[in-house]
Nanobody, 119 residues
Framework: QVQLVESGGGLVQAGGSLRLSCAASGSIFSINAMGWYRQAPGKERELVAAINSAERTYYTDSVKGRFTISRDNAKTTLALQMNSLKPEDTAMYYC?????????????WGQGTQVTVSS
């Protein structure tokens, strides 16, 4: 089993920045892909960014050029640097991990951290 704990959410004005972190513990040797999903009220959960053991990254179109995903080599810490935030980025952000190169679907989930961007 893998445990994921997020931190770093909060309230920020449009144009501001936040950095989300995710601490992984447990059977981290089994992790391949890690990333961030988000879910806004009334909307489906969407994959925002991901990175796998081959260091391949994925970003959904709406965050390209604004968000950057990174993780340490030990796979114990995942980060999401979010710049130029927009009100439409407001959502609950979930850290996710998988034993495969893809996060679709994710096997492990954190509890989530709220990001609110005011206009």
């Amino acid at each position: 089993q893998v445990q994921l704990v997020e931190s770093g959410g909060g309230l920020v004005q449009a144009g501001g920045s936040l950095r989300l972190s995710c601490a992984a513990s447990g059977s981290i040797f089994s992790i391949n892909a890690m990333g961030w999903y988000r879910q806004a009220p009334g909307k489906e959960r969407e994959l925002v960014a991901a990175i796998n053991s081959a260091e391949r990254t994925y970003y959904t179109d709406s965050v390209k050029g604004r968000f950057t995903i990174s993780r340490d080599n030990a796979k114990t810490t995942l980060a999401l640097q979010m710049n130029s935030l927009k009100p439409e980025d407001t959502a609950m952000y979930y850290c996710a991990a998988s034993s495969t190169p893809s996060l679709r679907p994710a096997r492990y989930w954190g509890q989530g951290t709220q990001v609110t961007v005011s206009s």
